[in-house]
């Protein structure tokens, strides 16, 4: 069982950065693929980014690469997505997942655990 908590959103203006962390409970956490997720209102979840239980593969979505990174520090049991110049269609409820795959997948259906999410607004 793992229990995940998202936080860092917020209100930002375009060009500016955020960081969202998400902190785990479960001693197994080093052991998960993480991944990041975004919803904006009235479209479906849309995958963003993941990364292997050890950080060392990472992938992200085109529309995000090169501002967007993830990482993670186990000892720590969180992952976090470093968001720099943020625009407007970045606005979303942000989401981290867990998935006991040990190949980086972008499926939703293949992550195990989800937390509760956390709102990020880009204003223009």
């Known amino acids: 069982q793992l229990q995940l908590v998202e936080s860092g959103g917020g209100l930002v203006q375009a060009g500016g950065s955020l960081r969202l962390s998400c902190a785990a409970s479960g001693r197994t956490f080093s052991t998960y693929t993480m991944g990041w997720f975004r919803q904006a209102p009235g479209k479906e979840r849309e995958f963003v980014a993941a990364?292997?239980?050890?950080?060392?593969?990472?992938y992200s979505i085109d529309v995000v690469k090169g501002r967007f990174t993830i990482s993670r520090d186990n000892a720590k049991n969180t992952v976090y997505l470093q968001m720099n110049s943020l625009k407007p269609e970045d606005t979303a409820v942000y989401y981290c997942a867990a998935s006991q795959g040990v190949v980086v997948t972008t499926r939703p259906p293949l992550y195990n655990y989800w937390g509760q999410g956390t709102q990020v607004t880009v204003s223009s």
């Open positions: 990364i292997s239980w050890s950080g060392g593969s990472q």
